[in-house]
């Protein structure tokens, strides 16, 4: 049909018609919200480039996620800052760790929200690399058998499901073979299975102290410009076991969101990550945009890209604004 015959502006007149056929939707339970959990109590230690965020000790993220809860958002995702640091990421795997301990407490205060942990030793090791250093380099096998400990330390402690963020070849299938044997087989695993290595991240790299002290993460991130390879990276996700995968960051890989999402129609994952959200915050504060309508138009195109879910710092904002509609 044509012009004049069809005027597609007819259902733009009015919001109730704008509404009405209206083909993606955003709602609260599309959104994570990532905490990071450092040391102490009572700390609320603001991340300076990324307003509103900050890295809460235990007490105060019990508090944070009883608010998290009452906004409807059904999950978190956890990220530790450890007291200290070693070559092996011993704290990632402590029964005494931030996360585990945050686990345990916010099991028992918030029984009804969903805890993700982030399975990684960046924030652990004190060369801030993803893994075991042998010779020079991020050892791949050896760095396995830690991340299995971890995410069993996380499902000991409280964790509702694990998600490995590291890029090593394998480690979902060596996650999952460790919690079907011990018992947590009704763990699920959401894989950061096309996790490239981005410049946007490095807000995060502040929030979490996780700079790597020395070369990149390129060695086993994945090289922007790569999407076909991407897709054989969530194809192994899956073959290994992974139950959600995700796509990170978000904004700039949008096509590869729609691309996974066509091709395997799993639940799928986007993270809008630190530079996205420290970009939107940062032009909002110079009165450049206008920051709600700018987050939300984000956060509904990572929608119309494929993401079933969107782990973003804007969760709580969001979840306000979609309360209000
Ligand atoms: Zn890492």
Redesign the pocket.
Known sequence: MEFPTYRPRRLRKTETLRRMVRETRLSVDNLIMPLFVVPGTGVSQPVKSMPGVAQLSVDRAVEECKAIHDLGIPGVIFFGIPESKDSVGSHAYSERGVVQKALQAIKKAVPGLLLITDV????YTDHGH?GVIVEGDVDNDSTLDLLIKEALSHARAGADMVAP??MMDGRVGAIRDALDEEGFDQIPIMAYAAKFASAFYGHFREAAQ?APQFGDRRSYQMDPPNAVEALREVELDIGEGADIVMVKPALPYLDLIWRVKQEFGYPTAAYNVSGEYAMIKAAAQNGWIDEERVMMETLIAIRRAGADLILTYFAKDAARVLARR
């Open positions: 990684c030793l960046c924030e993803c963020s590291d996780s």
